[in-house]
Nanobody, 116 residues
Framework: QVQLVESGGGLVQAGGSLRLSCAAS????????MGWFRRSPRNQREFVAQARDTGAPEYSDSVKGRFTVTRDNAKNTVYLQMDSLKAEDTADYYC??????????WGQGTQVTVSS
């Protein structure tokens, strides 16, 4: 069982930045995918970004060029740097992990509010 704890959410003005962190209870070097998803009151859960153990990170079109996902295997932590935030980025953000290709572990989420 892998436990994930997100932090770093909060209130920020449009155009600002936030960095989310996700700390895992186990070594993430054994986890193939570490990803971020979000859910807003109007939308279903939406993929945001993911970092593989090897290979280039992947992003949704809505955040590409503004968000950066990185994983620090030494700290068992994955980060989501969010720049140029927009009001439509307001959502609860969730960290997730996959041993293979399916996300099976989820954090409790952290709230991000972007004021316009």
């Amino acid at each position: 069982q892998v436990q994930l704890v997100e932090s770093g959410g909060g209130l920020v003005q449009a155009g600002g930045s936030l960095r989310l962190s996700c700390a895992a209870s186990t070594s993430i070097s054994r986890l193939n995918f570490m990803g971020w998803f979000r859910r807003s009151p109007r939308n279903q859960r939406e993929f945001v970004a993911q970092a593989r153990d090897t290979g280039a990170p992947e992003y949704s079109d809505s955040v590409k060029g503004r968000f950066t996902v990185t994983r620090d295997n030494a700290k068992n932590t994955v980060y989501l740097q969010m720049d140029s935030l927009k009001a439509e980025d307001t959502a609860d953000y969730y960290c997730a992990a996959a041993r293979a290709s399916v996300y099976e572990y989820w954090g409790q989420g952290t709230q991000v509010t972007v004021s316009s």
